[in-house]
């Protein structure tokens, strides 16, 4: 289903996994399409009829807007490229080698995803080196008609970028601004391994902040209408959630599995509290469970023993 954002601006959900859990939007630039965050490729037929209901085809494609490469985001942009033939995918310098040769960011997920890896996600394909632009952040983008600022953003991801439209004073903010529904629940922050920082998150969310924007584009799901009270609700949770993991890691007579278990079920229960049943169910679970090994591990490293530094020669 298409939703229109802005003018020229269209949200698609793509369903995956479950109604209202990835959007990927679609910007006709005046030359072409650009595409933020083309989603896992599970999804190529859901965005293959999005981009047909804007009487385009995948060749229209111009631009592949990459906020960060996780593989819900970015799994079917190697294959997109390869449909789209004057396709350029735009990705951060810390995750554009992972696009060239995806091995590694591969293999990793396969520890945490198993078996699922092929249901969840499908192919990563590569994206050849010359098909790639290399974002530091700062750039302004001229995409057709288009102006995009892009923004370093980690704290979700080394490898963030967050993109603002200059003259719709919108913000696609991948997974820097969290994830909340269009059934008006509460932001959560989304906090993966294996590189969430708190400290640089903030600094994120002041960039973001900074632009004023008028709307939040999430993708995981939608619009956000108050940016600010959504940013800081975000955050105050995020604050709350690593404060609980912090403590929770020191009581090491329980397994991981165990405590990430109950920190879900305890967390869930609060945020869902009084709420009618049919809006609690569209608080989930599982995203609040998988992101407590995120920030074990953010406290596992941040408390891990420096080395001795060198002795200074006489």
Do not use: C
């Amino acid at each position: 289903m298409l939703v229109r954002i802005r003018e020229g601006i269209m949200q698609a959900d793509v369903h995956w996994l479950t109604p209202e859990m990835l959007a990927v939007y679609l910007i006709d630039t005046g030359d072409g399409l650009a595409v933020v965050d083309p989603g896992p490729s599970v999804t190529r037929e859901a965005l293959e009829q999005a981009i047909g209901a804007m009487g385009a085809t995948f060749s229209d494609v111009r631009h592949v807007l990459l906020t960060h490469i996780h593989l819900d985001h970015a799994a079917f942009a190697g294959q997109l490229v390869k449909e789209s033939p004057r396709a350029h995918v735009y990705v951060h310098a810390r995750g554009a080698p992972h696009m060239e040769d995806p091995s590694r960011l591969l293999a990793s997920a396969l520890r945490i995803y198993g078996d699922d890896m092929a249901r969840l996600f499908g192919d990563y394909g590569a994206v050849p080196r010359d098909r790639l632009v290399v974002l530091e952040g700062g750039e302004h983008l001229k995409l057709g008609h288009k102006r995009l600022l892009a923004g370093y953003t980690p704290g979700h991801a080394i490898h963030h970028i967050a993109y603002l439209d200059e003259k719709e004073g919108v913000v696609f903010t991948g997974d820097v601004a969290g994830e909340a529904t269009q059934h008006n629940t509460p932001a959560l922050p989304v906090t993966p391994p294996p590189d969430i920082d708190l400290e640089s998150w903030r600094t994120s969310i002041d960039l973001m902040l900074s632009w004023r924007p008028e709307q939040l584009l999430l993708t995981h799901f939608g619009q956000v209408a108050r940016p600010q009270e959504h940013l800081e609700e975000m955050w105050t949770r995020l604050v709350d959630w690593a404060a609980q993991v912090k403590e929770m890691i020191a009581d090491t007579s329980r397994s991981d599995e165990y405590h990430a278990e109950a920190f879900a079920e305890s967390e869930w229960q609060r945020l869902t509290s009084g709420m009618p049943q049919e809006q609690a169910e569209w608080v989930d679970r599982k995203s609040i469970q998988s992101s407590w090994p995120g920030l074990a591990r953010y406290w596992r490293r941040k408390e891990k023993p420096k080395p001795p530094a060198p002795a200074e020669s006489a």
